[in-house]
């Protein structure tokens, strides 16, 4: 929602898309009546068929797709990686990197054909070191920034920009059980030289400027965006 409101405040068209009709609806209609132009278009990112309805009629509503922002994501399994079901490691494969490539295969080509487009994967700081708790789905966000690298390098000479964003704990409902544990909380705290939990809008605005002419000529890159715990000595994980 964060990062859909920033884009239409920037001059976006927006398309805002989920499994849920209303979510998006209501995202929608927030932008409309804040002066933004944006359309709701429901999506289940697991169901190719979908994915390509999803581009098409996106296509036939604006015309044409110049920023694509890949952020749907899942962790139905809090625990060692040699514990998880082969049904849990399957959906968090197929939702956070199987169909973020196949979105971009939808999507990038029609960039390339007007040699312009930029797309943002939204993945995660547990991708760059192991974690305890959260095994499958940090493999799943790393496997993020190797398909920006891929991409970028594939799609380079169309201009068409291929980025990461790796948050820290950010306040959202995708990652409440986290911030919501006292206990889990605390330790995260500790470790976040900056002394606070992630916002939405702080990822809003790097995906803003990912999109933007600012970051024209960055392509293939991570950039971490987590209140700095990357960067201190404490064990966020």
Known sequence: ????????????????????ADACDDVARAICDAGGEAVAIPCNVSDLSEVNGLVDRTLAHWGRVDILVCNAAVNPHFGSSQEISESAFDKIMDTNVKNVLWLCRAVIPQMAERMDGAVIIVSSI?????????GAYALSKAADMQL????????????VRVNCIAPGLVRTDFARALWEDEANRARALAA??????????DIAGTAVFLASRAGSWMTGQTLVVDGGT???AGDYS
Do not use: C, D, F, Q
């Open 192 to 201: 976040y030289p900056l002394g606070r939990l992630g916002e939405p809008e």
């Open 148 to 159: 920006a690298r891929n991409l970028a390098v594939e799609w380079g000479h169309r201009n």
């Open 126 to 134: 547990a991708g760059l070191k192991g974690t305890r708790r959260l």
């Open 1 to 20: 929602k964060a990062i859909a409101e920033a884009m239409a405040h920037a001059g976006a068209k927006v398309v805002i898309s989920s499994r849920k």
């Open 230 to 232: 990357s960067a201190a």
